[in-house]
């Protein structure tokens, strides 16, 4: 497909290539594994997964006219590591073992990735016109990602009630469910906030940076 758009989509890195599509054949290595153990959802669950690391894909279908080209290929990635991450890897963990702290550390993961995404939305929302400060764009970021992180547990307790599933780990009237809720935003929050005192970081050098190269 031509990307001859005016507003043409940047060349993507060799590096994010390839990361893509190891995510991408890991899922589908582990969908397949699953579908002959006998666990036809674990399949769906990869072919869906799948779906959502074409994302950015998906948006070219516009031909650059939509926000996706000012977005950089850094999300995306660090989405499809999170996805083949959660999959893969925690969703075979809870299934085989005990281990509890595989979810912290992909709600971890989650808040981190959340925080970045909020992070460039800002820009975009703020248009070109307009210059966003670092400590406008840090709180846009906390606040969308905590955002988020509350919706996700939200659909976890409406999962539990409604069709009886054990997202929150615990039976409807158990505390168990409050902690594991609590644990989940609290792990969440922090990679929200490491996300965005790094996004700061990286804002601050690229600001110096110019100011260096225009004297």
């Not at 539990?160 to 902690?179: P, V, W």
């Not at 700061?200 to 110096?208: A, E, L, Q, Y």
Request: hydrophobic content about 45%; aromatic content about 14%.
């Amino acid at each position: 497909m031509s990307l001859t758009h005016p507003n043409k989509i940047p060349k993507k890195p060799l590096i994010h290539s390839v990361i893509w599509y190891v995510c991408r054949s890991l899922l589908l290595i582990w969908g397949i594994v699953y579908l002959f153990l006998g666990s036809a959802t674990q399949f769906l669950q990869s072919l869906f997964a799948i779906a959502f690391t074409h994302l950015w894909d998906m948006f070219q279908l516009w031909g650059g006219k939509t926000f996706i080209t000012k977005v950089s290929y850094r999300f995306q990635t660090q989405l499809n590591i999170f996805i083949c991450l959660g999959c893969v890897v925690g969703t075979t963990l809870n299934k085989q073992t005990d281990l509890e702290f595989v979810d912290d550390i992909l709600h971890f993961f989650a808040g981190y990735i959340a925080a970045s995404a909020m992070y460039e939305f800002s820009e975009l929302i703020n248009g070109q016109n307009r210059q966003t400060g670092p400590a406008m764009k840090a709180m846009f970021s906390l606040m969308g990602a905590v955002t988020l992180l509350v919706g996700w547990e939200i659909y976890e307790f409406s999962m539990d009630r409604i069709y009886g599933m054990n997202l929150q780990c615990s039976s409807a009237f158990s505390e168990a469910g409050l902690i594991d809720t609590m644990w989940d935003l609290i792990f969440g929050t922090a990679g929200a906030l490491c996300s965005m005192f790094v996004n700061i970081g990286k804002c601050v050098k690229d600001r110096d940076r110019e100011r260096k190269g225009r004297r």
